[in-house]
């Protein structure tokens, strides 16, 4: 007689395991108010947390909400400007570096933004807006005058 595998029972109720959390590498305000919380519950009744520790930790937790706010703002502004860089490039004259060091000069005539550095098309070439080490304007045409 054989013993075959018996496949158990999905758990239920309240013997279910719950997924586990991955770990953050960044302490956000979700972190920093479960530990708050933690430590409020934990805290021994006789001796209660200070009033001004907490405000001072509540503060800590708006200023860290803030910062992290105008970190944010700060980045989406260099991309913006990075932008408006890269499209007032288009009809100059362009100097960048090639991938072998050298440099080579034309008139820029497109922006694409697909990337996270803006790419410059230069001659049919694309070079990122970080390789751009000059630019100076087209002169104007002078008129042909025929007599």
């Known amino acids: ?40 519950r934990n805290q021994d009744p006789s001796s209660p947390m200070d009033t001004n520790q907490m405000i001072a930790q509540t503060t800590q937790l708006a200023m860290m909400e803030k910062l992290s706010a105008l970190s944010t703002t700060a980045d989406e502004n260099f991309s913006l400007q990075m932008r408006v860089a ?18 080579a000069t034309g008139t820029a005539s497109a922006v694409s933004y697909a990337g996270p550095v803006p790419q410059v098309t230069i001659n049919g070439t694309n070079v990122a807006l970080d390789a751009i080490s000059g630019v100076t304007a087209h002169p104007p045409a002078v008129p042909t005058v025929t007599a």
């Open 86 to 103: 890269a499209a007032a490039l288009v009809g100059q004259n362009v100097t960048y570096t090639k991938a072998d060091g050298t440099s």
């Open 1 to 40: 007689m054989t013993i075959d595998a018996v496949a158990a029972p999905a758990a239920t109720g309240m013997y279910t395991t719950t997924p586990t959390r991955a770990p953050k590498q960044t302490l956000d305000s979700e972190a920093f108010m479960s530990l708050l919380v933690t430590q409020l």
